[in-house]
């Protein structure tokens, strides 16, 4: 999704296979995706009614002049201009998918996704690659080679494989890229992690993407930084060429949309002990932590959008980037601390009282039991941004460094009741806070 793209082809709607419009199509990335249509799939020629009927169309198909067959999804008409002899429409479209027509994004068309993400390879080293050291008599290095190993078995190349339900498998894979005729003198070589979404049954777009966003927020956490695919492919059981031994080539069919995040490329190796944890800390319990995460109550989703939303940077802080971790941290301890509330003999429990209990709960936390966090600051703040409240009436409210400074704090523990929440004990935390050197974890900001 990160290169800009352009196909020249003719375009019609599935119900009228027979009508085909000449027209470019242009993706460009973190922008839009525009189709340009010279003349109208409704009213022929006539300039003035092409601009009057234009209207929604939920799915265009085309074939490209080099063959291909595309979908667009969800196009809106959004400019037209007239020529003497054809009418010019454009549709902004939500969704590409290269290689395939398909009706609807609810059809059940697609068995497995290949999916790559920018930092994957950082947070799970791929391993694929290994030097070797030939010694001579003296103990003195002979040579040195990079070798890795052609995976032909499709289970070979498993890192992890992790049962989500009984439709549902994710698979960390890895995988070699070698091309020697990029250059004699500088033969290209890398490796790579990338994610596997396969399914039991034939699954739609929709599942698709559904689960391709939940392992966006899982890397965006344990990396602590905003991540979004890079490339999705998907396969069709019914999409191949068979060849000579038997064997099943499927077709490789590409969806495309529009991200608006952050750029998707890592500018420079991140390191990685400034994410939260790595594959290599939960690989035991990978399996366990990520089912949980596709599989938790739903009243867990608004309280982990809101933290990813908190780890994302800015270049300017405001009162909404507190309320946001705030309401976070209510949202937590009333959905699922209740039984310690009960407990505690309190029906309805104060703002005040709710924090307190969240920070008696990790305060075995190592860098979280020396913040100084004044209680009567992270009430009076909270009500004084959430209600606009008079601020002659409120004492203890706090702005600028020192709000940011509070919702630094109040950000790690957040963190640690999500990480909690996941399957992550009170010792496995600290030693996660411990070993990291995010600057979103650190002591002083």
């Known amino acids: 999704m990160t290169d800009r793209l352009e196909f020249k082809g003719y375009w019609h709607l599935p119900e009228l296979p027979d009508k085909t419009i000449a027209g470019v199509l242009t993706y460009t990335p973190r922008k839009n995706i525009v189709l ?3 003349g109208s799939f409704d009213s022929g020629d006539d300039t003035l009614l092409a601009f009057l009927n234009k209207k929604r169309e939920a799915i265009i198909h085309g074939y490209t002049s080099d063959a291909k067959k595309i979908t667009l999804i969800k196009c809106d008409p959004w400019g037209s201009a007239n020529t003497n002899s054809f009418p010019l429409i454009k549709y902004s479209c939500q969704f590409l998918i290269i290689g395939k027509h398909i009706s609807s994004m609810d059809d059940s068309s697609f068995h497995e996704a290949y999916i790559k993400f920018p930092v994957l390879s950082y947070w799970c080293h791929p391993g694929a690659l290994r030097t070797l050291y030939e010694f001579n008599d003296k103990e003195k290095i002979k040579s040195i080679s990079i070798a890795f190993d052609s995976y032909r078995d499709t289970d070979e190349d498993t890192i992890n494989s992790a049962v989500i339900d009984e439709n549902t498998e994710l698979l960390l894979k890895r995988g070699v890229n070698y091309d020697s005729s990029y250059s004699r003198l500088e033969p290209k070589i890398s490796q790579r992690t990338f994610l596997v979404i396969r399914k039991g049954d034939d699954s739609s777009i929709n599942d698709f993407i559904s689960n391709i966003y939940l392992y966006e ?4 956490l344990s990396t602590l930084r905003p991540i979004e695919c890079k490339s999705v492919v998907l396969y069709d059981k019914e999409c191949y060429q068979e060849l000579k031994d038997g064997e099943k080539f499927h077709f490789p069919i590409e969806l495309i949309y529009v991200q608006r995040g952050n750029n998707t490329e890592v500018a420079e190796e991140p390191r990685y002990f400034d994410f939260l944890f790595t594959y290599d800390t939960v690989k035991d319990e990978y399996s366990k932590i990520i089912r949980k995460w596709f599989t938790d109550d739903k009243n867990i989703i608004p309280i982990r959008r809101h933290l990813i939303e908190s780890i994302k940077p800015k270049t300017v802080f405001s009162s909404v980037d507190f309320l946001i971790v705030m309401q976070a941290l209510e949202g937590f301890a009333k959905r699922f601390r209740k039984g310690e509330i009960k407990a505690q003999k309190v029906n309805k429990p104060t703002l ?16 979280l039991k020396n913040e100084d966090i004044d209680l009567d600051e992270v009430v009076n703040s909270r009500h004084y941004y959430s209600h606009f409240m008079e601020r002659s009436e409120m004492k203890s409210v706090l702005d600028g460094i020192e709000l940011y400074e509070l919702t630094h704090k109040l950000r790690k523990l957040l963190i640690c009741c999500v990480l909690h929440f996941i399957g992550f004990d ?20």
């Not at 927020?217 to 965006?220: A, M, P, R, V, Y």
Request: charged share 20%.
């Open 36 to 38: 340009e249509l010279m």
């Open 217 to 220: 927020q899982f890397l965006s």
């Open 352 to 367: 005040r009282e709710i924090i307190q209990g969240v920070l008696l709960e990790f305060s075995c936390i190592d860098k």
């Open 426 to 445: 009170y010792h496995q935390i600290n030693d996660i806070f411990n070993n990291s050197d995010s600057h979103l974890l650190q002591t002083n900001v």
